[in-house]
């Protein structure tokens, strides 16, 4: 099984920008499609974008459509999340997971990493 670190989460202004990174373990990358979420206290993991193994096509959640921008370099294993223009309610726990669709594949999940959007 892939194994997941997210990094690159932070305080940042309303406004502001972040690039979040998701290192996966394991030779197997490349044949997922991945995918970022977010949680807040006492509310559900929700989908945030996916990007499907080859690239070709990326997904958004219609709250970030516009202003994130999902990738991916599978040489390095890694996924990005590109967000731009943040406001205070993309405050949240951001983690990448292999997605079908918009369903994380793997129940088990990374460490995530916290971006906080202040006013």
């Known amino acids: 099984q892939v194994q997941l670190v997210e990094s690159g989460g932070g305080l940042v202004t309303t406004g502001g920008s972040l690039r979040l990174s998701c290192a996966a373990s394991?030779?197997?990358?490349?044949?997922?499609?991945m995918g970022w979420f977010r949680q807040t206290p006492g509310k559900e993991r929700e989908f945030v974008a996916s990007?499907?193994?080859?690239?070709?096509?990326?997904y958004y959640a219609d709250s970030v459509k516009g202003r994130f921008t999902i990738s991916r370099d599978n040489a390095k294993s890694t996924v990005y999340l590109q967000m731009n223009s943040l406001k205070p309610e993309d405050t949240a726990v951001y983690y990448c997971?292999?997605?079908?669709?918009?369903?994380?594949?793997?129940?088990?999940w990374g460490p995530g990493t916290q971006v906080t959007v202040s006013s």
């Open positions: 997971n292999p997605v079908v669709g918009r369903r994380p594949v793997f129940g088990s």
């Open positions: 394991g030779r197997t990358f490349s044949t997922y499609d």
């Open positions: 990007i499907i193994r080859n690239s070709f096509s990326t």
